[in-house]
């Protein structure tokens, strides 16, 4: 650890690494909307609800396996170590520099793959209030696309009051107010005697089909609830970090449970899965609904509602890692283009590189379509590259019991030493397997397992290790200037 806990890790900067000390704008509710807006995906549904009852002992898994745990370890360390940076901050305090920058630079780099299926999940249910045969015309949904993408980005650059105000208005209108819409349909679908497709519910019908070929869903379902530790990147806006971190962690994760849960069976009541279009089952649903209930003239407003729900999933995305990365590049790990924040305190360096980045890699999905196999793959490595950035998460907060006993934690893991080994221990073991279980090629794809798991492993080491390079040969002149790099 090169600084001391009282030194503290460095803010992002500006242009002259003197960048302004953030306002201290957000409380309880912007926390919990953070998390909302990062783990609540309406666009997940449809693909859960393929598996009717057993969806719920499938959410019970991930629950008690990662949703569970990653609360209540990023409660403990956003409390100890409230600074800039989330996971970096804490993951450098417990094994040092090096593989801090390897966590956050994992949690940034997946989402350069990632980034494209929730652009293409906004596009094509935008089209749905339109007409949805425009989401064939790939140039007219490519624009769309972009647009999106980089009027986010330009919001992101905005700074932490303008674009939190923003999330948390999108994922009020666009997730929460839809995933409680389908709900209260799906209710009332039921009450009033409709057909329903979903069969009659057993005991038994809720128990997962756990067997290789449904491995590797496994991992899908653990890390359905990534992003629980985004508002940890915000710790430095948080006007009372020790009291507000635990109260929006237990907020978010009751709500993302329920709806979840919830708004997956409303689907699976309606549609029936030969019928059921993942990436639009969600409209397929509230179309299925509002019909039901000479309602029909809903879809539209609703479509626009869930497509704004993406935007504020895409913005805590694009916007938490980019800081973390942006507290990285201040302290002279990355070349000065990373470090560049404007006079609001984003990290405008990274958002533009990343911007770019996605572009290139969204061109490339939508126009070539030999690429299809291809960026099936590259998604795939979005689940080991948060692996790794989970498994160093997790042993952070158990490292940090031992070798930073005294430091003042709002929140602590209940239960001493036994309780955090059980709780970041259920972690380490999920994210583990899951990594292990992510080199398996899912059922249906015709290629050898080495060669998938090669694949796999080259993959992620050259998305992962790219932090060794930049340690390895950084310069001088990427050092800020003495006395102008400020603590948090």
Same mark, same amino acid.
């Given at each position: ?29 912007? @926390? ?21 009852? $057993? ?68 596009? $094509? ?37 303008? $674009? ?28 009033? *005697? ?20 449904? %491995?590797?869903?496994? &991992?899908?379902?653990?890390? @359905? ?10 710790? %430095? ?54 019909? &039901?209930? #000479? @309602? ?8 626009? @509602? ?8 895409? &913005? ?9 990365? #942006? ?40 126009? %070539? ?18 692996? +790794? ?6 042993? $952070?907060? +158990? ?19 036994? *309780? ?6 259920? *972690? ?7 990594? %292990? ?50 603590? &948090?």
């Amino acid at each position: 650890m090169s600084e001391s806990v009282a030194t503290g890790i460095a803010a992002p900067a500006a242009p002259a690494r003197s960048a302004p000390v953030p306002a201290k704008a957000l409380g309880v509710f912007a @926390l919990a909307m953070i998390n909302v807006a990062a783990v609540l995906s309406l666009r997940n549904y449809p693909s859960m609800a393929e598996y009717g009852w $057993s969806s719920v002992g499938w959410y019970v898994i991930g629950t008690i396996t990662f949703l569970i745990p990653v609360s209540l370890v990023g409660a403990e360390l956003a409390t100890g170590w409230p600074r800039g940076g989330g996971v970096y901050a804490w993951v450098r305090e417990a094994f040092g520099e090096h593989v801090g920058f390897i966590a956050v630079f994992c949690e940034w780099s997946n989402n350069l793959v990632w980034f494209p299926t929730v652009l293409a999940f906004v596009a $094509s249910t935008f089209f749905y209030a339109i007409n949805p045969d425009l989401a064939n015309n790939t140039t007219l949904l490519f624009v769309v696309m972009m647009a999106v993408f980089w009027g986010t980005t330009l919001i992101a650059a905005m700074g932490e009051r303008i $674009s939190s105000s923003f999330g948390s208005f999108g994922v009020l209108a666009g997730s929460i107010v839809p995933a409680i819409l389908i709900i209260v349909l799906g209710v009332m679908y039921v009450v009033t *005697g409709k057909p329903i497709v979903l069969p009659p519910f057993t005991p038994t019908a809720v128990i997962p089909n756990i067997q290789l070929s449904t %491995l590797p869903f496994i &991992a899908t379902v653990v890390l @359905l609830f990534a992003g629980m530790e985004m508002a940890g990147f915000h710790a %430095l806006e948080v006007r009372d970090p020790q009291r507000d971190f635990p109260k929006a962690m237990a907020v978010s994760a009751t709500i993302i449970f329920v709806l979840t849960v919830a708004g997956t069976l409303a689907i699976a009541i309606v549609v029936p899965t030969k019928d059921l279009n993942l990436a639009a089952g969600l409209m397929q649903a509230f179309q299925a609904f509002l019909v &039901a209930f #000479g @309602l029909d003239w809903l879809v539209a407003p609703l479509a626009l @509602l869930v497509a704004l729900g993406g935007m504020a999933l895409l &913005a805590s995305w694009l916007i938490g890692p980019a800081l973390g990365l #942006g507290v990285v590049a201040n302290e002279g790990s990355m070349p000065p283009v990373f470090a560049h924040t404007n006079r609001r305190g984003a990290p405008t360096g990274v958002l533009v590189v990343q911007a770019v980045l996605g572009t290139l890699i969204s061109t490339a999905f939508l126009f %070539l379509p030999s690429v299809s196999s291809a960026y099936w793959l590259l998604s795939a490595l979005t689940v080991t590259l948060l692996c +790794i950035a989970y498994v160093a998460m997790f042993a $952070s907060v +158990i490292r940090l019991r031992y070798t930073q006993p005294d430091v003042h934690r709002a929140f602590r893991i209940p239960g001493g030493m036994v *309780g955090v080994w059980l709780v970041g221990g259920v *972690g380490l073991v999920a994210c583990a397997f899951t990594f %292990l279980v992510s080199l398996l090629p899912p059922s249906g794809q015709h290629v050898g397992v080495a060669p998938y798991a090669i694949f796999m492993l080259v993959g992620t080491g050259v998305l992962a290790l790219p932090p060794l390079v930049f340690m390895r040969f950084r310069r001088a002149s990427w050092q800020p200037k003495p006395g102008t790099a400020t603590g &948090a």
